[in-house]
Protein backbone atom coordinates (compact mmCIF):
# COMPACT_ATOMS: atom_id res chain seq x y z
CA UNK A 1 0.00 0.00 0.00
CA UNK A 2 3.00 2.67 0.62
CA UNK A 3 4.74 1.84 -2.51
CA UNK A 4 1.17 2.65 -4.18
CA UNK A 5 0.72 5.99 -2.35
CA UNK A 6 4.10 6.86 -3.04
CA UNK A 7 3.73 6.22 -6.93
CA UNK A 8 0.41 8.01 -6.73
CA UNK A 9 2.29 11.01 -4.32
CA UNK A 10 4.98 11.41 -7.22
CA UNK A 11 2.45 11.17 -10.45
CA UNK A 12 0.10 13.93 -8.86
CA UNK A 13 2.94 15.87 -8.17
CA UNK A 14 4.49 15.73 -11.42
CA UNK A 15 1.58 15.74 -13.65
CA UNK A 16 0.60 19.46 -11.57
CA UNK A 17 4.30 20.51 -11.79
CA UNK A 18 4.22 20.17 -15.11
CA UNK A 19 1.65 21.82 -16.16
CA UNK A 20 2.80 24.59 -13.62
CA UNK A 21 -0.60 24.35 -11.10
CA UNK A 22 -0.43 24.90 -7.33
CA UNK A 23 -1.76 22.46 -5.26
CA UNK A 24 -4.42 25.86 -3.94
CA UNK A 25 -5.33 25.93 -7.98
CA UNK A 26 -5.24 22.08 -8.53
CA UNK A 27 -7.88 21.61 -5.54
CA UNK A 28 -10.12 24.70 -6.63
CA UNK A 29 -10.20 23.39 -10.11
CA UNK A 30 -10.79 19.88 -9.44
CA UNK A 31 -13.29 20.88 -6.24
CA UNK A 32 -11.17 19.15 -3.70
CA UNK A 33 -9.81 20.91 -0.15
CA UNK A 34 -6.27 21.97 -1.03
CA UNK A 35 -5.31 20.06 1.99
CA UNK A 36 -6.50 16.82 0.26
CA UNK A 37 -3.99 17.94 -2.49
CA UNK A 38 -1.27 18.14 -0.14
CA UNK A 39 -2.06 15.20 2.00
CA UNK A 40 -1.79 12.98 -1.11
CA UNK A 41 1.23 14.27 -2.40
CA UNK A 42 2.77 14.23 0.99
CA UNK A 43 1.77 10.09 1.31
CA UNK A 44 -0.47 10.58 4.49
CA UNK A 45 -3.91 10.98 2.49
CA UNK A 46 -5.80 7.75 1.26
CA UNK A 47 -8.14 9.40 -1.66
CA UNK A 48 -11.52 8.30 -2.74
CA UNK A 49 -12.12 7.06 -6.39
CA UNK A 50 -13.98 10.56 -6.77
CA UNK A 51 -11.31 12.71 -5.39
CA UNK A 52 -8.76 11.01 -7.99
CA UNK A 53 -11.12 11.06 -10.65
CA UNK A 54 -11.41 15.16 -10.31
CA UNK A 55 -7.67 15.52 -10.25
CA UNK A 56 -6.90 13.50 -13.54
CA UNK A 57 -9.58 15.52 -15.09
CA UNK A 58 -8.31 18.52 -14.29
CA UNK A 59 -5.19 17.01 -14.61
CA UNK A 60 -5.83 16.06 -17.97
CA UNK A 61 -4.56 12.28 -17.20
CA UNK A 62 -6.45 9.18 -15.88
CA UNK A 63 -6.88 7.35 -12.62
CA UNK A 64 -4.58 4.21 -14.10
CA UNK A 65 -1.66 7.01 -15.05
CA UNK A 66 -1.98 8.61 -11.61
CA UNK A 67 -1.64 4.87 -9.82
CA UNK A 68 0.80 4.04 -12.42
CA UNK A 69 4.33 2.46 -11.15
CA UNK A 70 7.74 4.54 -11.10
CA UNK A 71 10.50 2.61 -13.00
Known amino acids: MEKLK ?3 AAN ?3 ARRSQGV ?3 RLA ?3 DVDRTVVSK ?3 CVGN ?3 DTLLKLAN ?3 TTV ?3 LAPLP
Do not use: T, W
Open 28 to 30: LDA
Open 58 to 60: RLD
Open 47 to 49: PSL
Open 12 to 14: LKL
Open 64 to 66: SEL
Open 40 to 42: IER
Open 6 to 8: GDL
Open 22 to 24: AQE
